[in-house]
């Protein structure tokens, strides 16, 4: 293996992720960098086969992903250790990479299995009278309507389904009804904060993204998870205002958040609710 004289350093990174550069000479294109993987393999909870190492008394499971980027790159979230590998590395590389930095990694899984524990929302139980959160209030459904309706004096969402309709039927209604209300109410307060801001986005839509919030490309096209109207008005505000701010400041430098600041300056606060719930353990996925 040959090592550069001046090692390039890992990429600025959040919490959830850490860049580990490799300094190799590429594998042969003959050579095969990646075994498959035997039938038995244990899943990830979306159906993805993962890998197995064992590390002294410990073992570990996480999925691997090839891809044309020039270092090794580490994710951990509530479902586990994801791996994206340069597709030149050999197994082995990414192997010793992950025996390196195991301490980081075991240390990373164990803070998420305790969000996990602590902080997951209860699952929705989709019958007459289920109760979704809406804006940080709960919404009770319930069936038998000649149409939909929502009481926003009793907070009943009115649904024209028979009393003993399929769980199915009443979720399938029931997050329609909220993705059409994430729709409406987003797309007016993009409207305020980007008037606020002084700036114009391309286009919007809703995303359903298992692991973020939001995001806005540097053609100002901007996406907002539709589970965000499961949270009170000043959360939806925040993510709002900071995907507007990538508008002027493509990054998430000290002026970044002072543009953030200068819109919703209450950013700090909604910023630390939200983090209590990440996307994945929020009702409706």
């Known amino acids: 293996m040959q090592k550069s004289s001046t090692p390039r350093p890992a990429a600025a990174l959040d919490n959830r992720q850490l860049d580990l550069p490799l300094f190799a000479e ?7 960098t990646t075994p498959a993987l035997p ?36 994710a951990i979230d509530g479902t586990g250790l994801a791996i994206t590998a340069p597709r030149w590395v050999t197994l082995a590389d990414v192997e010793n990479a992950i025996a390196e930095k195991q301490r980081w990694i075991f240390a990373k899984l164990a803070e998420w299995q305790t969000r996990v524990e602590q902080r997951a929302l209860p699952r929705i139980e989709w019958n007459d009278g289920a109760e979704l959160p809406y804006l940080g209030k709960p919404v009770r459904v319930v069936l038998g309507a000649r ?14 389904l028979p009393p003993h309709a399929d769980p199915q039927q009443i979720k399938d209604r029931a997050l329609g009804w909220l993705q059409g209300e994430a729709k409406r109410i987003f797309g007016e307060r993009l409207a305020l904060y980007a008037a606020r801001l002084g700036v114009t986005f391309r286009s919007y839509a809703l995303s359903s993204a298992a692991t973020r919030w939001g995001s806005c490309s540097s053609e100002g096209r901007i996406r907002l998870n539709w589970r965000l109207v499961h949270f009170p008005l000043s959360i939806v505000d925040y993510v709002v205002a900071h995907e507007l701010a990538h508008l002027r400041e493509m990054n998430h430098s000290p002026r970044f958040w002072q543009t953030v600041e200068s819109i919703f300056p209450e950013f700090r606060e909604a910023r630390k609710a939200l983090r209590q719930h990440p996307p994945e353990m929020v009702p409706g996925v």
């Open 147 to 160: 149409h939909l309706e929502f009481d926003e004096a009793t907070r009943v969402l009115a649904l024209p």
């Open 26 to 32: 590429p594998a042969s294109p003959a050579t095969s």
């Open 39 to 74: 039938s038995s393999a244990p899943l990830a909870p979306d159906g993805t086969k993962l890998r197995t190492l064992v590390l002294g008394a410990r073992t570990l499971h996480y999925r691997l992903k090839r891809s044309s980027r020039r270092s090794i790159g580490f």
